[in-house]
């Protein structure tokens, strides 16, 4: 069986794969990149509803899930999203912002591949698709037996990513793989992912499927306050996706989430003041006012007060703010957009990713316990840890 010798081995070509490698090559290690699809950056492709967004201005520590929370800070200090940033400009890539600081291609994801493509050629770096991963051992260096021969390196990269849509190939492998070496690995959960109603919200609410609203989620002290879109099974939208993550841990799965359905405004207060008729036409066109027409008048059937004492007023205001959602669950990493949990963060380096008990062995990217918000995060989390790894291996 040929084997093929290298400086450093990655395994996965996703978003911090590639710019692991990008950066290990600039160095004139020999990289070789080991990928089991028939093309890299699947996932790149269709971020962003395929216009990638990929990065966010500010990014901090706080916008990331981890059981360490400042484990990120020195990776993300290390390659900034203006380093990125400055990568697209040099490559004559045009984009756009959003709302809170998120940049997208004007044009389309294959942009942000391509750019990553090119820096791979002009740093050599040897991509090998359609390679599939047998085993890995350590006998000296790193053997990694595949479908295409065996590959060696003094240093193995693992950047194989999470759970999340398994139809692009998402897999175990990673979490298998540091377990093999005796690293902890800490229960991945589905993140960024709509949920799903209970029976009873089931039946009263999903047949108002399409409909939006701009609301305020919260569980835990966190809070996002963007959009809510109603499913055919549940919710999803920025605003849903964002508090899911939180929710989705094992142990918070019997706790509600609450929505603020109209932040910022007082929808009874006309009502104490006797401006209004305290009738519930007049309540319906001022919840109309702040939400779509059929998700006011859907919640007015369930939360209409019995009197109009000022007393069942300020009750009514209350659940207006928080309306309680008890999920059954999550739609699962078939609709999740990242994986959280995953290795252990006290088992790496922080500054280089590298793994304390196992030297020359690194993890990057979503395979680590260190999971974005919604907005960019999770790419600029690849590229910083791709670039940590890539410029100590």
Request: aromatic share 8%; hydrophobic share 40%; with cysteine.
């Given at each position: 069986?040929?084997?093929?010798?290298?400086?450093?081995?990655?395994?996965?070509?996703?978003?911090?794969?590639?710019?692991?490698?990008?950066?290990?090559?600039?160095?004139?290690?020999?990289?070789?990149?080991?990928?089991?699809?028939?093309?890299?950056?699947?996932?790149?492709?269709?971020?962003?509803?395929?216009?990638?967004?990929?990065?966010?201005?500010?990014?901090?520590?706080?916008?990331?899930?981890?059981?360490?929370?400042?484990?990120?800070?020195?990776?993300?200090?290390?390659?900034?999203?203006?380093?990125?940033?400055?990568?697209?400009?040099?490559?004559?890539?045009?984009?756009?912002?959003?709302?809170?600081?998120?940049?997208?291609?004007?044009?389309?994801?294959?942009?942000?591949?391509?750019?990553?493509?090119?820096?791979?050629?002009?740093?050599?770096?040897d991509i090998r698709l359609n390679t599939k991963?047998?085993?890995?051992?350590?006998?000296?260096?790193?053997?990694?037996?595949?479908?295409?021969?065996?590959?060696?390196?003094?240093?193995?990269?693992?950047?194989?990513?999470?759970?999340?849509?398994?139809?692009?190939?998402?897999?175990?492998?990673?979490?298998?793989?540091?377990?093999?070496?005796?690293?902890?690995?800490?229960?991945?959960?589905?993140?960024?992912?709509?949920?799903?109603?209970?029976?009873?919200?089931?039946?009263?609410?999903?047949?108002?499927?399409?409909?939006?609203?701009?609301?305020?989620?919260?569980?835990?002290?966190?809070?996002?306050?963007?959009?809510?879109?109603?499913?055919?099974?549940?919710?999803?939208?920025?605003?849903?996706?964002?508090?899911?993550?939180?929710?989705?841990?094992?142990?918070?799965?019997?706790?509600?989430?609450?929505?603020?359905?109209?932040?910022?405004?007082?929808?009874?207060?006309?009502?104490?003041e006797s401006k209004l008729p305290r009738t519930?036409?007049?309540?319906?066109?001022?919840?109309?006012?702040?939400?779509?027409?059929?998700?006011?008048?859907?919640?007015?059937?369930?939360?209409?007060?019995?009197s109009w004492t000022n007393q069942t007023l300020?009750?009514?205001?209350?659940?207006?703010?928080?309306?309680?959602?008890?999920?059954?669950?999550?739609?699962?990493?078939?609709?999740?957009?990242?994986?959280?949990?995953?290795?252990?963060?006290?088992?790496?380096?922080?500054?280089?990713?590298?793994?304390?008990?196992?030297?020359?062995?690194?993890?990057?990217?979503?395979?680590?316990?260190?999971?974005?918000?919604?907005?960019?995060?999770?790419?600029?989390?690849?590229?910083?840890?791709?670039?940590?790894?890539?410029?100590?291996?």
């Amino acid at each position: 069986m040929q084997t093929s010798s290298f400086d450093v081995l990655i395994l996965g070509a996703g978003a911090a794969g590639l710019m692991c490698a990008i950066e290990a090559g600039k160095r004139r290690r020999r990289v070789g990149v080991l990928e089991r699809a028939d093309k890299p950056g699947k996932k790149i492709l269709i971020s962003g509803g395929g216009r990638c967004n990929f990065t966010n201005r500010h990014c901090f520590p706080e916008n990331f899930i981890s059981s360490n929370p400042h484990f990120s800070r020195s990776a993300l200090a290390g390659y900034t999203p203006d380093e990125f940033i400055a990568l697209v400009e040099k490559h004559r890539i045009p984009y756009h912002e959003k709302t809170l600081g998120q940049l997208f291609c004007d044009h389309s994801a294959h942009d942000i591949l391509g750019m990553l493509e090119r820096e791979c050629r002009s740093a050599e770096v040897d991509i090998r698709l359609n390679t599939k991963i047998d085993e890995v051992h350590r006998a000296g260096d790193f053997m990694v037996s595949t479908n295409h021969g065996e590959f060696r390196a003094p240093v193995l990269v693992v950047a194989t990513g999470g759970l999340s849509i398994p139809k692009i190939g998402a897999s175990s492998f990673g979490y298998n793989l540091a377990r093999q070496f005796g690293i902890a690995v800490r229960e991945p959960w589905p993140a960024l992912v709509p949920l799903i109603f209970n029976a009873a919200d089931r039946s009263q609410y999903c047949d108002l499927a399409g409909v939006s609203a701009q609301v305020t989620a919260s569980l835990d002290g966190q809070q996002f306050q963007e959009k809510m879109l109603v499913t055919h099974r549940g919710l999803s939208g920025p605003a849903i996706l964002q508090i899911s993550s939180y929710w989705s841990e094992p142990e918070k799965d019997s706790q509600p989430i609450r929505i603020d359905l109209a932040p910022g405004v007082e929808v009874t207060a006309p009502f104490r003041e006797s401006k209004l008729p305290r009738t519930l036409n007049a309540l319906r066109t001022e919840l109309r006012k702040l939400l779509p027409q059929r998700l006011a008048d859907r919640w007015l059937n369930e939360h209409a007060p019995a009197s109009w004492t000022n007393q069942t007023l300020t009750a009514l205001e209350k659940q207006i703010h928080t309306w309680e959602i008890f999920p059954a669950g999550t739609e699962g990493y078939e609709k999740a957009e990242v994986t959280a949990g995953g290795i252990d963060t006290n088992e790496l380096s922080a500054k280089t990713l590298e793994s304390r008990k196992v030297s020359g062995l690194f993890f990057i990217g979503e395979v680590v316990d260190v999971t974005g918000q919604l907005g960019g995060f999770n790419f600029q989390w690849a590229w910083a840890s791709g670039a940590a790894a890539g410029r100590s291996v």
